[in-house]
């Protein structure tokens, strides 16, 4: 069996980082962090063997490219390691995320527009566009996204008394995701990451 890349040793440790929060998780019995945990690690998996047994073709070639480009994973990992973690530190009740440090979810933000970008830019990228449209239209997929998840939010806040975020917070929540994405546009004209290029 290979040694495993940088990348993929990335993922592994993501893994791990979640799945002491799901331990941490057990031992609260916070059903909604062990849920979030379960399916973070299932998803996190997902990078490690599906490229190994499945070489998709045509539309699922495209579709799927993210998850078999090993560096934007590993972006993915790290992301969900951190966004389970302020949900739940680890060994300890503290939910920095929702309640005792309510400014924790701008780190999530930065992070989540940094993979949702890099993954839209993948998947228009695979499709074939020009390096021009790809940075065009990844931002306005970008942004109906990330509106469309915080509008999404803004209409679920009532299922969960200790979660409710003012109009300035959700502002400041797409401000965060657009650094993300800044920070991922950046990366890719430096060559920092080398999956496609925008220029």
């Not at 993922?11 to 979030?36: E, K, M, Q």
């Not at 998803?43 to 499945?54: A, D, E, I, K, Q």
Request: charged share 20%.
């Amino acid at each position: 069996m290979s040694a495993l890349k940088l990348e993929e040793r990335v993922i592994v440790a993501s893994i791990g980082v979640v799945f002491l929060g799901l331990l941490t998780a057990f031992y609260y019995w916070r059903l909604d962090h062990i849920y979030r945990c379960s399916l973070a690690i299932l998803g996190l998996s997902v990078p490690l063997w599906l490229p190994r047994v499945y070489s998709p073709k045509g539309i699922f070639k495209v579709v799927l490219s993210p998850i078999y480009d090993p560096k934007i994973m590993a972006i993915l990992g790290i992301f969900i390691a951190v966004h389970v973690s302020l949900v739940n530190v680890p060994f300890t009740n503290i939910d920095l995320f929702h309640k005792e440090w309510r400014n924790a979810d701008m780190i999530s933000h930065f992070l989540g527009g940094l993979t949702l970008w890099l993954m839209v830019a993948k998947i228009l990228h695979s499709y074939g566009f020009s390096p021009r449209r790809v940075l065009v239209y990844s931002i306005v997929v970008f942004y109906i996204l990330a509106v469309g998840w915080e509008v999404a939010e803004k209409l679920t806040e009532g299922e969960i008394s200790f979660i409710t975020e003012t109009l300035e917070n959700k502002v400041r929540d797409l401000i965060m995701d657009s650094f993300g994405m800044i920070f991922g546009i950046i990366l890719i004209k430096r060559r920092k990451i080398t999956s496609f290029q925008l220029s």
